[in-house]
């Protein structure tokens, strides 16, 4: 058994495909294993015409917001395809996870709330002001879906806003077979679900079973707006962390696991 907080524990990644890396490694680190169990896919847009018409409208916008790391792997190389970043578009990002994205591919910087990473921070900062977006273009990279909270408070700041859809997300194609297995073998300690469209996901693979599981098992979550998705699914045992991948190790390594 590796030393650690999370020594003997078995914790479910349910991040995508290419995102669950980062947290799968942390929680080794600190002596656990990682299940790993996308509860979404995360696939081109349908119809990249609104991603290309978004691209050729980028001389006459202010902001480009990306909502998350996927907005930025799927719109950015369209954007960069054109040429360098477009002088006088300011970049900003709902989280720190999409600003470190951005900087990786050379885009600094990046407007971002650093305590609450959510639609509701971004909105907070000063460079979003009515008074710094009004009568100008702001464009929005997201998925399909997804909350408006964000377009719509920065339509009634006076701004023009494009909600540029560059990717699309759906629920697991796999069966719930390896997580009902760990759950009847005992070896299932604990969840950790970054999304609540993916939770939605979840309950709906289960079973009466597997929802008996879901129950009894700690779900970690680092907001609290997928812990209110939670207790209206009617569980209980719901731990809020601080926010991305270290906010969900430090959870863990907190709690107070039973003997």
Request: hydrophobic fraction near 45%; glycine fraction near 12%.
């Amino acid at each position: 058994m590796r030393p650690g907080p999370l020594a003997g524990r078995t914790v479910v990644v349910t991040r995508p495909r290419g995102q669950a890396d980062g947290l799968a490694g942390a929680i080794a680190a600190a002596g656990g294993t990682a299940l790993l169990f996308p509860l979404l896919e995360i696939s081109p847009a349908d119809d990249p015409r609104s991603l290309a018409e978004a691209v050729d409208r980028l001389a006459d916008t202010a902001v480009a917001v990306f909502v998350s790391p996927n907005a930025v792997d799927h719109a950015l190389p369209a954007i960069l395809a054109r040429g360098p970043w477009p002088a006088g578009l300011l970049p900003a990002a709902v989280g720190q996870g999409t600003v470190r994205a951005l900087a990786a591919r050379g885009v600094e910087g990046c407007v971002a709330p650093v305590d609450r990473q959510d639609s509701e921070g971004l909105l907070a900062c000063p460079e979003l002001a009515a008074s710094r977006v009004a009568g100008r273009r702001v464009a929005i990279f997201r998925g399909d879906g997804g909350r408006e909270l964000l377009a719509d408070t920065l339509r009634e700041r006076g701004a023009t806003v494009d909600c540029v859809t560059c990717y699309h997300r759906s629920g697991p194609p796999g069966a719930i077979g390896t997580l009902l297995a760990a759950w009847r073998d005992g070896r299932l300690d604990a969840l950790t679900v970054s999304s609540s469209e993916g939770l939605r996901h979840l309950a709906g693979l289960l079973d009466a079973e597997g929802r008996r599981y879901l129950q009894a098992t700690p779900l970690f979550v680092p907001h609290p707006r997928i812990a209110e998705q939670a207790r209206e699914l009617g569980l209980e045992r719901i731990i809020v962390t601080a926010a991305a991948d270290a906010g969900l190790v430090a959870g863990l390594a907190a709690y107070n696991w039973p003997a």
